[in-house]
């Protein structure tokens, strides 16, 4: 999805996921992926092009239907499939309180490569290689 249709969905989909309110105008993304499984929405990602190689995973979530069940780790294995065959390498920082995340993002193979402290929360720097395919 382009930054101009996510726009139409990305309140709510942070609300729905996070219980948070995060305008759509704070978004600065390249794309969304997002999965769905019989119209019905099961996650989300929010991407931005750091080169033409490289991809930083910014946001994302599970919705209802597929959070706390495995829909979501194939959710998020489908979506870093469909990454590692435009670029070389994906990166994120992801919470170290958010220990489904973690584990996620180790199962698919990224690695840690650094820590980061933003307003008092401890990030986890991932990073990984798909190889040869560049977008």
């Known amino acids: 999805m382009l930054p101009a249709e996510w726009d139409k969905y990305s309140q709510d989909a942070h609300a729905v996921c996070f219980g948070e309110v995060r305008p759509a105008g ?8 997002t999965t769905i499984e019989n119209d ?8 931005r092009e750091v080169d033409s190689e490289s991809i930083y995973m910014q946001y994302g979530g599970a919705f209802p239907s597929a959070k706390g069940s495995v829909k979501s780790f194939i959710s998020y294995t ?19 309180t958010n220990h489904a995340m ?29 190889g040869g395919v560049n977008g």
């Open 26 to 33: 704070m978004n600065r993304i390249d794309f969304a992926l």
């Open 40 to 47: 019905i929405p099961l996650s989300y990602m929010t991407c």
């Open 78 to 96: 489908m979506m870093i499939n469909h990454l590692s065959t435009r670029y070389k390498r994906a990166s994120t920082l992801i919470s170290n």
């Open 102 to 130: 973690l584990k996620f993002a180790m199962k698919v193979g990224l690695e840690i490569i650094g820590v980061r402290l933003f307003k008092g929360e401890i990030f986890v720097e991932h990073l990984i290689e798909f």
